[in-house]
């Protein structure tokens, strides 16, 4: 228990894994939390103080699935392991045991506590002046990169990075990412910083791996400490710090991501994301590298067409991507294998997932021939890291590999020492078959057998009938009574079953040893074989994408440093692979050209006016990542800032109604954007009155159209808005086309130039399976409100724009409610209870009329 209490002293804010044999044990407050949150028997061991000690455990063999559990509730978990083996160490002293390695969210790299298709990244800020520095590290991968920026970008970065823990002064705001908060960081000086990072790669200076302001190295370090200390001093290998910056890229913040559901949807899943739709990806790292991708698209026009160039030569070489499929189907994750085995952690799988990666590079190297593009030549040129390395993976290790490396991971025949010590062991097995023979004829008992026995070593297994007659042999000494039997053993037995353990031992530590250095020569060739497995991701993320072209439905865009933004034949490549087998999607066009930049959409609900805008935005993503996109050809200036409020939702944890968190996300839209934007909204003003809603979408039109002069897709059910082209120049008015047939509304899914009269809300009701009644009573309602309500015929009747008195408008003739209301009634469709209903309803009508007439007699 003092063992215990000095790892909790070092760790106070972790639950400590206690290695005892074959558990990890947990004590006191650790014990009462884990059982709880892991639903296992909380018991006592020993006392402390006079009061039991709680206690809990789980087995070692299957601690990863407990650990997997802790951490996606927000614990963290130090592991201490025995650091001595129980049997041969000497002394009555207790087993040393130390802190060998702190488990948190963000320094994960077993395989069955990461999302192979994902990055998992560990995100260290630090504030320098007026800059915030940002550095992020993928212990499972190597990745290492750092960006400094201004702390208003900090919101698009945590929604780009998504990181699954952030090391942040306390004063630093994380939003939605607060829940991911790491324990706060002591930052050291610029210089101290800048100096321990040169120290830990051996280089003189920092400045060897590119400009760092003192921010971005502060964070740099931080990161850097950080894993370092909870891998109990030791460091993966890590690529070299890479500074990134925040140019070059297409920003997208939180509320963004989140209506586009890029690589998340908003139910946590990636079943309906733009991810799951494109992928098409073989292996692991690809996904994570496509991902990656689609999270932060390029905004520079020549590295998009060098993508492009990349998988536009796989697609129209057909041969030669085949080959790179076909290789890449049996490729092992490299990267994640490579920071196991740097850590200590590593197994015989790892080392064959290498001996696999090395295996597809050397296949793609021959399959990518010829002149190749700037982007394939790059990836073949680092597919050649150790051939050497590959024949000894290959003559090494059996197949499949085995879990752990003394469950026979050498193939025979690779180690002579090895084989000769596996020999001994299993010729003194073959001796135990020939001496059962022996004394079951010498003792006439011939159901005796020679087994091995946990505590006894190779014992005499006789049947109960012969039991008394062994006893009274001298040379046999009962060992263990059974209820059908019993145990003896021999003097020759004893020294058979020494020998067999030595032999047994020796092999096995020997196998260890050569598994070892098998290790250490793979680690000698990391930085190669970390720039291979670079390479392949980028194989494969270039075959997914010409596979995604290959049906001809998927184009190349063109993207350019102009403000142009043209796509024919758009569609929406979620919803498109949803509806594949059922139904064809309705394609779209979408011009922003400058004279007709602002692009305004009505129409009714359910015509297609969000999935309209969350196409052309996720158009954009797709075009600036460097994939093909869904379109028959799409022209597009780069976006530099993409803005999307499609959708409501609340935030109630934060105290936030859904028009709270509407006129927040359209702040951030009117403050941030610029000229270069896209951005995409739909029915802003919606969460409050109505003449409040259109004041609001009003002002906002105006500001997108002319303030901050960006590109924009403005869907609205304010109808009145189509009428501002006079005063909006650059104003295009379009509506989603609809058709009314027997009192019904038919939704056609197209854009057209114009503006929509109605919203058609009442008959989306009735298709919405609301009750008969409640329709009929809403129609007559919505004539009669109609009929009262004041209509803008002049933009100038709202005094957003009237800036002196202007004429009165024009006084419409009037609409006859109780007209509307007969007219609106189906007789043959009225059950008698609803047609005496619809009585009622008609003579509360007519005495409205009455009233409004000024008649003193009733109808």
Not at 19 to 30: K, Q, T
Not at 489 to 509: C, F, N, S, Y
Request: net charge neutral.
């Amino acid at each position: 228990m003092a063992q215990w209490f000095a790892a909790k002293q070092a760790h106070p804010d972790a639950l400590v894994f206690f290695r005892m044999g074959d558990f990890y044990e947990l004590f006191f407050s650790d014990a009462e939390a884990a059982a709880a949150a892991l639903d296992i028997q909380l018991t006592a061991r020993g006392e402390h103080a006079g009061q039991p000690i709680a206690m809990c455990g789980v087995p070692v063999h299957a601690a990863d699935a407990y650990l997997l559990r802790l951490i996606r509730k927000g614990f963290r978990v130090a592991i201490a392991e025995q650091m001595e083996d129980p049997k041969t160490r000497t002394g009555k002293t207790p087993i040393r045991r130390e802190v060998v390695r702190l488990v948190t969210p963000g320094t994960l790299t077993e395989e069955a506590l990461l999302e192979a298709g994902r990055p998992n990244l560990l995100l260290a800020l630090a504030t320098g002046g007026a800059q915030l520095g940002a550095a992020w590290i993928d212990i499972s991968t190597g990745l290492f990169e750092t960006a400094q920026l201004p702390p208003a970008a900090l919101p698009a970065l945590l929604g780009r990075l998504d990181p699954a823990e952030v090391l942040a002064p306390a004063a630093t705001p994380l939003g939605e990412w607060e829940r991911r908060r790491g324990p706060a960081p002591m930052a050291p000086t610029s210089a101290s910083a800048r100096r321990m990072l040169a120290e830990a790669y051996a280089v003189a200076s920092l400045e060897a791996f590119g400009t760092f302001g003192e921010a971005e190295a502060t964070a740099a370090a931080i990161a850097l400490d950080y894993v370092r200390a909870t891998q109990a001093g030791r460091l993966p290998h890590l690529a070299r710090p890479a500074p990134q910056g925040i140019a070059g890229r297409m920003e997208m913040d939180a509320a963004t991501r989140a209506s586009l559901e890029i690589t998340r949807a908003r139910d946590g899943g990636t079943t309906h994301t733009l991810l799951a739709a494109v992928d098409r990806t073989l292996t692991a790292a690809g996904a994570r590298l496509l991902a990656e991708w689609l999270a932060a698209p390029l905004a520079d026009p020549a590295a998009i067409a060098a993508r492009q160039d990349g998988w536009g030569w796989l697609l129209t070489d057909a041969v030669a991507a085949q080959r790179v499929r076909a290789a890449l189907r049996g490729s092992g994750d490299l990267a994640r294998a490579l920071a196991r085995l740097s850590l200590g952690r590593g197994g015989p799988r790892d080392l064959a997932a290498i001996r696999q990666a090395l295996d597809a590079a050397t296949a793609c190297a021959a399959a990518l021939e010829g002149v190749l593009p700037p982007f394939l030549a790059e990836a073949a040129a680092a597919l050649d890291p150790a051939p050497a390395l590959r024949g000894v993976l290959a003559a090494a290790l059996v197949e499949p590999a085995p879990l752990r490396p003394e469950e026979g991971a050498i193939a025979s025949g690779f180690d002579a020492e090895l084989d000769a010590e596996r020999r001994l062991r299993d010729d003194s097995r073959r001796v135990i078959a020939t001496l059962q023979l022996d004394c079951a004829q010498k003792y006439g008992v011939a159901s005796l057998k020679i087994r091995h026995h946990q505590q006894l070593g190779y014992v005499i297994e006789a049947p109960g009938a012969a039991v008394e007659k062994l006893r009274a042999l001298p040379e046999l000494t009962l060992r263990q009574a059974m209820a059908n039997g019993a145990r003896f053993t021999t003097p020759e037995l004893a020294e058979l079953d020494r020998r067999i353990a030595e032999a047994a031992e020796r092999a096995a530590a020997r196998e260890r040893a050569v598994f070892a250095a098998l290790c250490t020569q793979t680690l000698q060739r990391a930085e190669a074989l970390a720039a291979c497995a670079a390479a392949l991701a980028a194989l494969d993320v270039a075959q997914s994408c010409a596979r995604l072209a290959e049906p001809g439905r998927w184009c190349r865009p063109k993207v350019t440093e102009d403000s142009q933004f043209c796509i024919v034949a758009g569609r929406h490549p979620v919803v498109e692979a949803a509806l594949a087998g059922s139904a064809t999607f309705v394609p779209n066009d979408c011009a922003l050209p400058p004279e007709g930049r602002v692009l305004l959409l009505t129409g009714p609900n359910m015509a297609g006016k969000s999935t309209f805008l969350r196409q052309n935005a996720l158009i954009a993503v797709l075009a600036q990542g460097g994939l093909p996109v869904p379109a028959e050809r799409a022209d597009l200036g780069v976006v530099d800032r993409l803005f999307s409020r499609v959708g409501a939702a609340d935030d109630l944890a934060r105290g936030r109604s859904t028009f709270m968190v509407e006129m927040t996300e359209t702040a951030a839209i009117l403050h941030q954007a610029g000229p270069r934007s896209l951005v995409v909204v739909d029915e802003i003003g919606r969460g409050t009155a109505t003449l409040d809603g259109l004041a609001i979408a009003w002002a906002v039109l105006e500001a997108l159209h002319s303030t901050v002069r960006c590109r924009v897709i403005f869907a609205t059910h304010f109808h009145e808005l189509a009428r501002l082209t006079g005063e909006l120049p650059h104003l295009a008015p379009h509506a989603m086309r609809v058709k009314e047939w027997r009192g019904d509304v038919v939704f056609l899914h197209e854009v057209a130039a114009g503006a929509a009269g109605r919203s058609f809300g009442v008959q989306v009701a009735r298709l919405a399976g609301v009750p008969a009644a409640v329709v009929r009573r809403a129609a007559g309602l919505l004539a009669a409100l109609e009929a009262r309500a004041g209509r803008l015929t002049d933009a100038a009747a709202l005094p957003l724009f009237a800036a002196a008195a202007q004429p009165p408008a024009e006084t419409p003739d009037p609409v006859d409610p109780l007209r509307e209301a007969i007219d609106a009634i189906e007789p043959d469709r009225l059950s008698p209870r609803e047609a005496l209903q619809e009585l009622y309803r008609l003579k509360e009508l007519a005495a409205v009329a009455v009233r409004e007439s000024g008649l003193t007699s009733g109808i």
